[in-house]
């Protein structure tokens, strides 16, 4: 994993009308820039007439800035904000299916047991299993590196979602 | 209260057309939209069947620019989608207030590979303001009003509508709904921001007080804000001179002594230069195109910049503004002239020295060129001039793209808002003939004139056939070169002399026969002692459109230029007064200049370094 990978890494979060051909919207902006989406999160909000979604982009700041200007350009985003890392919760989420031998068992047990506070088996047999993690992307980063010495057969991440910090003023491109 | 109206889709469109004000429509019938010209034939619209679909974009485009109401277009499915895509884009990066229906298949076949088909509003998403895929027939009076909406407001642009043919088939029981013309919608992403906040008001006013070599620096924007009288007021309000950009000629009268013409690439050589020089830039609509600035690093190196725009997007897009004003550029500069007027004049710095400076440069390089000798071919810039001076003075001019387009535009002089017509951001070849026929639909009491390229009438000449059969009069000039000359000219200057591919020859098409063949009235000029009296004929047809063919000298460069990727400050002027410019910088170069302004920005650099 890049050290430095926050250093170019932004995260972007947007409130938008939750309708056909939102998404499309907002990631033709992006991909039409040549620039690579390194997670996209989407979901509907509480109110489901709105969806929320948290795009992590691989874009130097400058140029970011006018990304963000075009997408609240566009008529179903009703509200932009780009969020630094120090400013923001971030969570994600991972399904991970390790196979395992009878020699190894006990060292993938003692991986689990050590992220005991943010993993969880689904699901176990006798030769693989199964287990759910939620937390910060660097966390995610370092269970994937603990599994990856076992047979990882899938490692299938959500995409980051981030809200800004309570009491942390971040500049919001809000329709008014 | 009357009862509710039980309309289906396709009437349910043309009486949604109808409720916005509508006029007229610029189409082309086809398998999908069949069912929406049947109950066109009962409506009260105006319908101009084009000859092809890109020519309905361009009419819609040349009607908006003309009246500032949104062009209208309605075609089919699939090729016809596809062939309205580069008006679409072209309304976009001009800001052109258009409003597209096409067709598209049923929505049970969407997704099929079925006759006709394509992903329309995946094509057109991002050369559209905003697109629509309509799912259900009482969902089209409300998406007609947000279109017209979206459309006409904020900064201007295309919206496309794609209606499968299912919910305008009068056959289907389920098209039909009580009709019901609903409110502008609240759209909860789309609030443009018009009126600016007053402190940046202020703060700009307080820099263009404080200037003592400002510009006003015009674009489109002013004339989408139908702002050109407050421009004047503010202009002579404050002495600035001002220079109008391709999309704001007009927005500002030529003939005006505050006036410094067209900047950028072919711009004029006060109004580039004045730029160059300035301390402050009021930018106000415009936004910093890679044809103005030149290379955007030395461009306009001692300026601080105001820029005015009713989209934020454009502040710092290109050039980071030391004052952002967000708001409509009428609004913006009523709130300036009524701050300044508060100030009083006293509270301006003296900025004679500048307008002395900027008046010599006018008088040393105003636009020149040379006469072409009997028999060698007509020089384009004299029959601009004899069109500009044998035409009523409220013509509309409508270009094409190439050196016409930059002859027209230097050599017209444009005193009146919205009398000049062209396709400036996209660089559309074949505009002219199909924007001049929307603009004549607008503005029927007008002479429209198209000065149009003999390549670029090549590309969309069969609209003068709609033009004949609808009586629509417009006139044409085709300047015909026998070249691609913009291309020929930089082929010249920057590929070696290597001409590749840009001999179209002047003999074919035979013009005249072509034209006639369309039902104009067609006329053949070689000598310049027969421009005048073929002008004049051309000026006193009324009844039908007229195609004036132009034989002009093969070769003729447009300057001044500015090449690509060069700086400003480096512009090229007309050969007969190239030397005398290099003189003038190579003195100021070896001499720091006893007024105390840097001439340019290469100067400043040599000194700096030196």
Redesign the interface.
């Known amino acids: 994993m890049n050290p430095n990978r926050e250093l170019s890494h932004h995260t972007l979060v947007a409130l938008v009308e939750n309708r056909a051909g939102v998404l499309a919207r907002v990631t033709d902006l992006i991909a039409r820039r040549g620039y690579n989406i390194i997670s996209l999160a989407v979901a509907p909000t509480n109110d489901d007439s709105l969806s929320r979604i948290t795009i992590v982009v691989d874009v130097e700041k400058a140029p970011l800035e006018q990304i963000v200007k075009q997408l609240f350009k566009l008529i179903n985003v009703i509200e932009i904000a780009e969020l630094a890392p120090a400013d923001a919760i971030t969570r994600e989420l991972v399904l991970a299916t390790v196979e395992f031998t009878p020699e190894n068992a006990a060292a993938l047990d003692d991986v689990l047991a050590r992220a005991a506070g943010h993993v969880l088996v689904q699901e176990r047999t006798e030769t693989s299993l199964t287990v759910s993690a939620g937390g910060s992307s660097a966390q995610i980063d370092a269970l994937g590196a603990a599994l990856s010495v076992f047979s990882v057969v899938h490692f299938q991440r959500t995409g980051q979602v981030a809200l800004p910090k309570l009491g942390q003023s971040v500049p919001i491109m809000r329709a008014r | 209260m009357t009862a509710p109206e039980r309309l289906n889709g396709a009437e349910a469109l043309i009486k949604s057309l109808e409720m916005e004000g509508v006029e007229v429509v610029f189409g082309y019938p086809g398998g999908a939209i069949l069912p929406v010209y049947d109950p066109l034939l009962d409506g009260k619209l105006r319908h101009v069947l084009v000859r092809h679909e890109q020519g309905a974009g361009h009419m819609a485009e040349g009607y908006a620019h003309a009246t500032g109401r949104p062009g209208v277009c309605i075609v089919t499915s699939g090729p016809a989608a596809t062939n309205i895509v580069t008006p679409l884009a072209d309304a976009m990066l001009d800001s052109v207030p258009m409003v597209c229906i096409t067709g598209q298949v049923s929505l049970g076949a969407i997704g099929t590979d079925a006759f006709q088909e394509c992903d329309t ?2 094509i057109t ?2 050369i559209t ?2 697109n629509y ?1 309509v ?1 259900r027939a009482q969902d089209i009076p409300g998406v007609v009003r947000e279109a017209f909406h ?1 459309a006409t407001t904020g900064r201007p642009g295309p919206v496309l509508i794609d209606i499968p043919k299912d919910l305008v088939d009068a056959n289907n029981p389920d098209s039909y709904f009580d009709f019901d013309w609903p409110e502008v919608p609240e ?5 443009p ?1 018009l009126t600016p906040r007053d402190d940046v008001v202020t703060e700009a006013v307080d820099l263009m007080l404080a200037a003592r070599r400002p510009v006003l620096y015009v674009g489109g924007g002013v004339l989408k804000a139908r702002g050109a009288n407050v421009v004047l007021e503010l202009a002579e309000m404050l002495g600035i001179p001002v220079v109008t950009t391709l999309m704001a000629r007009g927005a500002f009268p030529d003939d005006h002594e505050l006036c410094l013409g067209m900047p950028g690439m072919h711009g004029q050589f006060t109004a580039i230069t004045a730029i160059q020089e300035c301390d402050l830039l009021v930018a106000m609509g415009s936004r910093f195109d890679d044809r103005v600035t030149g290379k955007v690093a030395t461009f306009a190196p001692d300026a601080k910049v105001i820029h005015v725009d009713i ?3 454009e502040h ?2 290109v050039r980071l503004p030391q004052v952002a004003v967000a708001g409509d550029c009428r609004i913006v500069m009523e709130l300036m002239v009524e701050e300044i007027k508060q100030r009083g004049p006293e509270a301006q710095a003296d900025i004679a020295p500048w307008r002395q400076k900027v008046s010599g440069w006018q008088e040393k390089y105003p636009l020149t060129y040379k006469q072409s000798a009997p028999g060698e071919g007509l020089k384009p810039q004299y029959v601009v001039e004899r069109l500009r001076d044998l035409s009523p003075a409220d013509t509309i001019v409508c270009s094409g793209v190439g050196q016409h387009q930059m002859f027209a535009s230097q050599y017209w002089k444009f005193n009146y808002p919205y009398t000049w017509i062209n396709s400036g951001g996209l660089g559309t070849m074949g505009f002219a003939v199909p924007a001049a026929v929307g603009a004549k639909v607008g503005m029927p009491d007008r002479t429209v004139w198209a000065i149009d390229g003999d390549g670029c009438f090549q590309m969309t000449a069969q609209e003068l056939i709609t033009a004949s059969i609808e009586r629509i009069p417009i006139k044409v000039a085709i300047m015909n070169n026998g070249n691609l000359g913009m291309v020929r000219q930089w082929q010249q200057l920057f590929y070696d002399e290597r001409y590749s591919e840009v001999e179209l020859g002047q003999d074919l098409p035979n013009y005249v026969q072509w034209a006639q063949s369309m039902g104009c009235v067609a006329f053949r000029v070689e000598e310049t002692s027969e421009v005048d009296e073929i002008i004049e004929r051309a000026n006193a047809i009324n009844d039908r459109p007229v195609v004036v063919e132009f034989r002009l000298v093969e070769e003729e460069n447009v300057y001044p230029m500015v090449s690509a990727g060069a700086s400003n400050s480096d512009v090229i002027v007309d050969p007969s007064q190239q030397a005398a410019l290099e003189a003038e910088r190579a003195a100021k170069a070896t001499d720091q200049s006893s007024d105390g302004f840097p001439t340019s920005i290469a100067d400043t650099h040599q000194n700096a370094s030196s």
């Open positions: 509003t995946g998403r991002s303001k905003h895929l799912t979206i759209l909860p992403g789309y609030r921001v989209d934020p997007a710092g897009k």
